[in-house]
């Protein structure tokens, strides 16, 4: 048995290398795998214009009707070129009614390891954010907000996660997310008031929290920039039984990324250093032996 130390530990080394230099940066150099999603459904309260009540409330927005916002990321197709389409879905549903009051789907094609569009309007855009976050700015574009511009404000735990903060607040175009709108040449949608709050998990680049709002979209006229006819306001945040599940998910994909990256090459590296060592230990030992 002592004979099948150095061989056995000089292939688990091996192995260690092949996992940490190989396997491991293949599997998590991904930003979307096989499997991923990603899903938030978060309360808030939203209103929406009609022939009814064409104007905005003057009322406080948290006494707007309650709206569950049902968010849903997934990979829609793999592309043998090394893109990915992505099945990106906004929805958001009155409480009590069970009505949907708005829903937006979008394609986006991303690069499938770092995440990023490959569409050259989009360059440098991402409709979430990539692996490996850092502490700067990043534009966002998906279903919820186009050629978004979030900032790194600071860092903050959520639920034991250590997580970065990245904020906007200002006045956003929109006028995607509204396609059965007509507008008339000229005329935009804008979201007035916008604040925006991310919680992101750096290594995984996966939201944990998030909190949108706007005080009022309107239809804008881009020639003198005077804002015509309101469509809506909205606030959603994400907490509670969701808040829970999200922190649950991140911290699993995390424990996986160090299992792969950390844990198994030191293992194996480990194990096969013990042997190794036994190995050279049995070989010195018999060949000083007395015949």
């Given at each position: ?7 056995i ?5 091996i ?5 940490k230099?190989?396997i491991?940066?293949?599997?998590l ?8 999603t ?6 808030g ?20 009707p309650?709206?569950l916002?049902k968010r849903t990321?997934s990979?829609?197709?793999?592309n ?5 389409v ?6 958001t549903i009155d409480v ?10 979008y ?7 770092t ?7 989009f ?15 990043y ?5 919820s907000l ?5 900032n790194f404000?600071?860092e903050d ?7 970065y903060?990245?904020?906007y607040q200002?006045?956003?175009?929109t006028?995607?997310?509204?396609p059965n ?7 935009i949608i ?6 925006v709050?991310y ?6 680049g996966?939201?944990v929290?998030?909190?949108e709002?706007?005080e ?10 005077k804002?015509i ?10 907490k509670?039984e969701?808040?829970i ?12 990324y160090q299992l ?15 042997l190794?060592g036994?190995g050279i230990?049995?070989n010195?030992n018999?060949?000083?032996a007395?015949?």
């Open positions: 048995m002592r004979k099948l130390y150095l061989p530990g000089i292939v688990l080394l192995a260690a290398a092949v996992v230099l190989m491991s940066p293949q599997i150099s991904e930003r979307f795998p096989a499997g991923w990603w899903e938030v459904d978060s309360v309260t939203a209103f929406y214009t009609d022939e009814t009540n064409p104007d905005l409330p003057t009322h406080p927005m948290s006494d707007d309650i709206n916002v990321f990979v829609k197709e793999r043998a070129d090394g893109t990915l992505l099945e990106d879905n906004y929805k009590i009614t069970g009505v949907v009051t708005w829903e937006f789907s394609n986006p094609v991303v690069d499938a390891k995440g990023a569009y490959t569409d050259p309007a360059v440098g855009q991402y409709p979430l954010f990539p692996r490996n976050v850092q502490k700067i700015s534009t966002l574009s998906n279903a186009l050629h978004l511009p979030v404000t600071g735990t959520i639920s034991g996660i250590p997580t903060v990245f904020e200002g006045t956003l175009e006028t995607a997310a509204y709108i007509a507008l008339e040449p000229e005329q804008q979201c007035v008031g916008l604040s709050r919680f992101v998990e750096p290594i995984t996966e939201i929290q998030i909190s709002s706007c009022g979209e309107w239809i804008v006229d881009t020639a003198t920039n804002q006819t309101p469509v809506g306001r909205w606030v959603s945040e994400s509670g969701d808040l599940r999200r922190v649950d998910k991140v911290q699993m994909m995390i424990t996986s792969m990256n950390t844990y198994l090459p030191l293992l194996l590296g480990g194990l096969g250093s013990v190794v036994l230990w049995a010195m018999r060949k000083t007395p015949k």
